[in-house]
């Protein structure tokens, strides 16, 4: 295996220190990164932090990835270190990973999930890593379906656009794929989105601040929204049978 020269060792550091850098400017400016601020603290001319990253929305974009794979990291750490077995507990679990990272990194959860960031367009690359949760919510799933789980009816038919699109997702790799009989493919994927937005929307709304003088014990009230999700999404044994809508 080949060693990386100095010139290269030196590029790579340097450019983890614009990247720590500009993480202790999100918290104090937001997404209004100013290179010129970055550059200054970072001992460079703006001139030369071009050579690193051409303009905003490249360290832009390097934010935001490094903040999803920490987010996801933070989530299939915690779900990781629950028996297989249980999936409840499974899932409980990686809300609070999730839960956990958002409270300790308000303003890179902010740059995520909060106020789309003016005159700036993700590009393919954040795709990936922003499907990283989705994917093991998907992955308990079929756990729970492996052990006799499967997920609850849903309450009406899916709409034949939502199915269409559904269905072209599941057709895009790496996106797993559901092979059971007991519950069509696109039913599958439907109940897992519920369970993404369902536990973003929960800790959206206790990171920017909307469960302010209405839920103090939010530990609490955030178990039970997840276990309810457990129970409809049929990771709990005696859950409703599932359907095929």
């Given at each position: 295996?080949?060693?990386?020269?100095?010139?290269?060792?030196?590029?790579?550091?340097?450019?983890?220190?614009?990247?720590?850098?500009?993480?202790?400017?999100?918290?104090?400016?937001?997404?209004?990164?100013?290179?010129?601020?970055?550059?200054?603290?970072?001992?460079?001319?703006?001139?030369?932090?071009?050579?690193?990253?051409?303009n905003?929305?490249?360290l832009?974009?390097?934010?935001?990835?490094?903040?999803?794979?920490?987010?996801?990291?933070?989530?299939?750490?915690?779900?990781?270190?629950?028996?297989?077995?249980?999936?409840?507990?499974?899932?409980l679990?990686?809300?609070?990973?999730?839960?956990?990272?958002?409270?300790?990194?308000?303003?890179?959860?902010?740059?995520?999930?909060?106020?789309?960031?003016?005159?700036?367009?993700?590009?393919?690359?954040?795709v990936?890593?922003?499907?990283?949760?989705?994917?093991?919510?998907?992955?308990?799933?079929?756990?729970?379906?492996?052990?006799?789980?499967?997920?609850?009816?849903?309450?009406?038919?899916?709409?034949?656009?939502?199915?269409?699109?559904?269905?072209?997702?599941?057709?895009?790799?790496?996106?797993?794929?559901?092979?059971?009989?007991?519950?069509?493919?696109?039913?599958?994927?439907?109940?897992?989105?519920?369970?993404?937005?369902?536990?973003?929307?929960?800790?959206?709304?206790?990171?920017?601040?909307?469960?302010?003088?209405?839920?103090?014990?939010?530990?609490?009230?955030?178990?039970?929204?997840?276990?309810?999700?457990?129970?409809?999404?049929?990771?709990?044994?005696?859950?409703?049978?599932?359907?095929?809508?």
């Amino acid at each position: 295996m080949s060693v990386p020269s100095m010139r290269a060792r030196v590029r790579a550091e340097t450019v983890d220190e614009i990247r720590a850098i500009a993480k202790r400017h999100l918290a104090t400016d937001g997404a209004n990164l100013s290179l010129r601020a970055v550059a200054r603290d970072a001992g460079l001319v703006p001139s030369a932090l071009y050579r690193y990253f051409p303009n905003r929305d490249a360290l832009l974009t390097v934010l935001i990835t490094d903040a999803y794979a920490a987010l996801a990291a933070s989530a299939k750490a915690a779900e990781a270190a629950v028996p297989r077995h249980d999936m409840p507990s499974r899932l409980l679990a990686l809300g609070h990973g999730v839960r956990s990272w958002a409270l300790d990194h308000p303003a890179e959860y902010a740059l995520l999930y909060g106020s789309p960031v003016p005159r700036y367009s993700a590009p393919p690359e954040t795709v990936g890593p922003a499907s990283e949760v989705l994917k093991a919510l998907i992955g308990i799933l079929f756990d729970g379906a492996e052990r006799g789980l499967h997920p609850a009816a849903l309450p009406r038919q899916l709409p034949a656009a939502t199915r269409a699109e559904l269905h072209r997702l599941l057709g895009q790799g790496p996106m797993p794929k559901p092979t059971h009989a007991e519950t069509a493919p696109e039913t599958f994927l439907a109940i897992a989105f519920t369970l993404w937005t369902q536990l973003f929307g929960l800790v959206n709304f206790e990171v920017f601040g909307r469960l302010d003088d209405l839920i103090e014990e939010r530990r609490q009230y955030f178990e039970h929204q997840m276990l309810v999700m457990a129970d409809f999404a049929g990771l709990t044994p005696g859950s409703p049978s599932p359907n095929s809508a």
